[in-house]
DNA sequence: AAATTACTCATACTAAAGTACCAATTCATA
DNA sequence: TATGAATTGGTACTTTAGTATGAGTAATTT
């Protein structure tokens, strides 16, 4: 804002140039600060957008890092939930199938989500068939 | 520019502030127009990485569909999102990542589910990997 | 015997996913 | 020019997924 104010006064020669139309100054002014608004746009995006990426490639880089370090190991029933959720099964479906309620099905998934470090389950997906859990 | 234009004549109530001060209006001006270049600069960019973004996914897609059926036709945004998924990516990152919005991913999401006859990402994922299309 | 691990089930939440509508714009094509 | 496909965006809603927490049981290990 003090920039903005600052640009305005040192273009103003209004004084001086009072004898052209006022409408041609006007347009001027117009036209500058648009495009300082597009620049400052496009300044803002190109933040987000970097900021965006960092985190981004931390994540991926977390994930490929714990693959070589840690050995991932979960327990039977974990393995055959994965398995479950990796044929496109819901929680629901996988519970019919292996003769458990929904909710122990869902303390699988923490737990297994925990364990290999994703926060769903297409992650869990992904990240256990890099492992070749699956 | 012509808008632009347009805008500033409907602006221009200027015969009736004559009596305020000038500043004060071209302030006001700078300020809407510093705005608008805000916006058109966003604007630009997003439709700048959207096109930069739609020619990766042609080079990828180029390699992957002249091997496999075209039976099930996904067009090439809903594939973006099917890819997005894949890699374990919410509906609010797939948005983030293509610039468009959460509605737009889930609009996507539903008609790619139809496309393919399932009825959830984890399905989408397996059939789409079974058919080839990723 | 005590501690640990795996498995089970539950409640009560929040977050994300998915559906069903609608509507505007662009663009290629009949 | 009109028509349809693709893309985008929205509201309102239901369903599913996921978290936090607690707790009981059986088997194994220390």
Redesign the interface.
């Known amino acids: 804002m003090a920039i ?2 600052a640009i ?1 006064k040192i273009i ?1 020669y ?1 004084y001086t140039i009072k004898k052209f139309d ?1 409408d041609l100054y ?2 001027v ?3 500058i ?10 300044q ?3 933040r987000k957008e970097q900021k ?1 990426g960092i985190t981004h490639t931390n994540e991926a880089f977390d994930q490929t890092h714990v693959n070589h370090s840690d050995k991932v190991l979960l327990s039977e029933r974990e393995k055959e939930v994965l398995l479950s ?6 929680n629901q479906e996988i519970a019919d199938k292996l003769f458990i309620s929904i909710h122990t099905v869902k303390t699988h998934s923490s737990n297994l989500f925990s364990k290999l470090q ?1 926060k ?8 256990s068939k890099e492992l070749g859990i699956i």
């Open positions: 903005l104010i305005l103003e209004r006022i006007l347009g002014v117009a036209i600060f648009t495009g300082i608004g597009i620049w400052t746009g496009i803002l995006l190109k965006e959720m990796s044929e496109g099964l819901s994703v769903r389950r297409t992650q869990a997906i992904q990240k």
